[in-house]
């Protein structure tokens, strides 16, 4: 019992963390579209150059370790805007190493010969959390500004999330838009991962073969 517990939690650990991490590897991809799709140029009266350089600085800060405070070459950051992107890197840590972890836990049940058997013995749990991105999908697509307020004040507990355009024209780059972009992305790696674990656990391999054979030691 204990056994599949883990197992579930490494499960949705590892489809939540490596959706994040592979949405985070896109962000560039994705801003880079959406910099000239809503001329984000215009908007911050940068040059595209310097609206791409902002941003991937501050891309490099929240993946980077150790890497100090956040500088901005043509943006100008308040404390309380520092303060935030401080805590946002720690979130980002927080999923890449529960990305990790889950990695190494479905590899030692992997050596073990042991996923695909957990998946079919798991498998109303999997199918189960298909329904994860549905829903959120459905929510953030009623109200996405509503949602993406929710979401900040459920994750940060203060206000510096609440950028002043004045004070910290970064924000200027960075609108609702991209991060529903983002969201999407997220989502659709998300229902990726879980379809070839669906279809991973489907496969013949160890269909003829009694489950409990590889659950024996654990």
């Not at 490099?60 to 070459?73: E, I, V």
Request: glycine share 6%; hydrophobic share 55%.
């Amino acid at each position: 019992m204990m056994a599949n517990l883990f197992f579930c939690a490494i499960l949705l650990a590892w489809l939540v963390g490596a959706s994040f991490t592979l949405t985070v590897g896109m962000s560039s991809l994705i801003f880079w579209f959406d910099s000239r799709y809503l001329e984000l140029n215009l908007v911050s009266d940068r040059s595209l150059v310097q609206v791409e350089r902002g941003f991937h600085q501050v891309l490099a800060y929240l993946t980077t370790p150790g890497s100090g405070s956040l500088k901005l070459t043509n943006f100008a950051l308040s404390a309380a805007g520092r303060s935030h992107f401080q805590e946002v890197k720690i979130i980002f840590y927080v999923l890449f190493i529960l990305t990790l972890i889950s990695v190494c836990g479905l590899l030692f049940f992997g050596w073990r010969r042991q996923l695909r058997a957990r998946l079919r013995i798991n498998s109303t749990f999997l199918w189960n959390l298909i329904w994860l991105p549905i829903i959120i999908a459905v929510i953030a697509s009623l109200d996405f500004d509503s949602f993406f307020i929710e979401f900040h004040r459920l994750l940060f507990r203060n206000t510096n999330w609440l950028f002043d355009p004045v004070t910290d024209p970064i924000i200027k780059i960075l609108p609702d838009t991209f991060f529903l972009h983002c969201a999407l992305v997220l989502l659709l790696w998300f229902g990726i991962l879980w379809l070839g674990l669906w279809l991973y656990q489907k496969s013949s391999g160890d269909r003829k073969k009694d489950l409990k054979k590889h659950l024996t030691q654990f």
